[in-house]
């Protein structure tokens, strides 16, 4: 199992998801491979632990895990597909078409 650490928070990747264990509860971003394309479809912070940054770091480690692999991502979730908005030096890493694509 790999893990990230950024912004303070350890990120562990599983298949088909990375988690953030903070205070007992689980932050987590949901992917899909298909093929070389990393489909980021689902982030959820409980609202507890919301406005800490948690979520970027689930997408940041998503981020580096595809880039380590040399895969692309598709930001299917609203989320990440904001992240990249904000990242312009991701675009790089960004898949189009598919279900989700802008």
């Known amino acids: 199992m790999r893990q990230w650490t950024i912004v303070d928070v350890v990120v562990e990747h599983q298949p088909g998801r990375f988690v953030a264990r903070i205070d007992g509860e689980d932050a987590v971003l949901v992917y899909e491979r298909d093929g070389d394309v990393l489909d980021l ?9 919301r406005g800490r940054n948690i979520a970027a770091a689930l997408t940041a480690a998503a981020v580096a895990y595809a880039q380590a692999e040399r895969l692309k991502i598709r930001p299917t979730c609203s989320y990440t597909d904001a992240y990249f908005a904000l990242h312009p030096e991701l675009a790089a890493l960004r898949a189009f078409g598919g279900a989700g694509s802008t």
């Open 41 to 49: 479809v689902h982030t959820f912070t409980p609202p507890r632990l």
